[in-house]
């Protein structure tokens, strides 16, 4: 069940592979109660409870793809959250491969290797002062995913994988656009080979062509990597 409002969108050819694909992510009646400060005038502050996510159930299973739609606000950043592990629900359980997300994350970086994320603000989420090359290669460097003298051509080829030329690898983020930015952080998020992508509105706010060309590329990537 999913918060009013937001609806879950399973890809339908996946639903029928059957219940013997394998579980990644498992969410079990999963409650999220944020406290705000609510101001009543002048100077008058009192404390409110928010039930962003109330009694959440999904499943996703190897090479399924899920869309959450939903109004903003309606929970489904705060999901995405609970479901990596950044955000301790208040109630209920995230699994990934049947073991609480909490106890893989801090278990070491198979898990951050393994699960990657395109942050809802990809700009914000990739550090400016680091060239489009820097910002692919260093994922590559931390998980040792390939050698040094390999760092270039894996760079340019993860580059190609995202449709972006080579050359956009000495430009520093302020230099692309909206579009090519997530490109970027797609090529980032796919630079350690994870068996799971995690997009925040990957798509949101680009004109229409840009968003089919990025989805196709999703779309792509799980028919050939599962
Ligand atoms: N850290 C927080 N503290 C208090 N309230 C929060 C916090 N994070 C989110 N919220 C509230 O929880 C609700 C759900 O927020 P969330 O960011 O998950 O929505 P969303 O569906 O991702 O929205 P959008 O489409 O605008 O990105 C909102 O009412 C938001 O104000
Ligand atoms: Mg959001």
Redesign the pocket.
Known sequence: MLEPG?NAMIDPAKEKAGADSQTIFELLDVEKV???TKSEGFLKRSKRK?A?LDGVRLRIDQGASMALV??????????LRVLLGLTEPTQGLALYRGRSVNQMREAGPDFARDVAMVY?DARGSLNPRMTVGQLIAEPLRHFGICPESDIAEQTRSLLARVGLAADVAGRYPAAMSGGQIRRVAIARALASNPTVLVA??AVSGLDVSTQAQLLNLLRKYRRKWG
Not at 70 to 79: A, F, V
């Open positions: 937001m944020y406290e705000v928010l962003a939903g109004e903003s606000g309606s929970g489904k950043s705060t999901l809802q925040d509105e």
